[in-house]
Nanobody, 129 residues
Framework: EVQVVESGGDLVQPGGSLRLSCTFSGYTYIGYCMAWFRQAAGKEREAIATISSRDRTSYADSVKGRFTVSQDNAKKTLILQMSSLKPEDTAVYYC???????????????????????WGQGTQVTVSS
């Protein structure tokens, strides 16, 4: 059984930084698409950063230049480093993975959310003074 565990959410002041982690266990993927989504209160869930098993990344315009997605393959961990945080970044953040035969099949932000098979439980990020 695949388990996905997120951590790192917190209350942070505007302009601050935060690091989210997402650890996957119970599987061995050859190819995969991974993503960070977020959902603010009263808004739809949106994909904000993706990374493939080929290390190809993509970012939503709202976070480009401020957030960095990376992966630690040895630890099966997906990381989202967030800086210059704004109040509008306040949301529940989710990680997700879609196993694929090869990372070339990942479509970045256009990868359909329904194709992600495994999701984390979500972690709250609040940006407020």
């Amino acid at each position: 059984e695949v388990q996905v565990v997120e951590s790192g959410g917190d209350l942070v002041q505007p302009g601050g930084s935060l690091r989210l982690s997402c650890t996957f266990s119970g599987y061995t993927y050859i190819g995969y698409c991974m993503a960070w989504f977020r959902q603010a209160a009263g808004k739809e869930r949106e994909a904000i950063a993706t990374i493939s098993s080929r290390d190809r990344t993509s970012y939503a315009d709202s976070v480009k230049g401020r957030f960095t997605v990376s992966q630690d393959n040895a630890k099966k961990t997906l990381i989202l480093q967030m800086s210059s945080l704004k109040p509008e970044d306040t949301a529940v953040y989710y990680c997700a993975v879609d196993p694929v035969p090869d990372g070339k099949y990942c479509r970045g932000l256009a990868h359909p959310p329904e194709e992600y098979d495994h999701w984390g439980q979500g972690t709250q990020v609040t940006v407020s003074s």
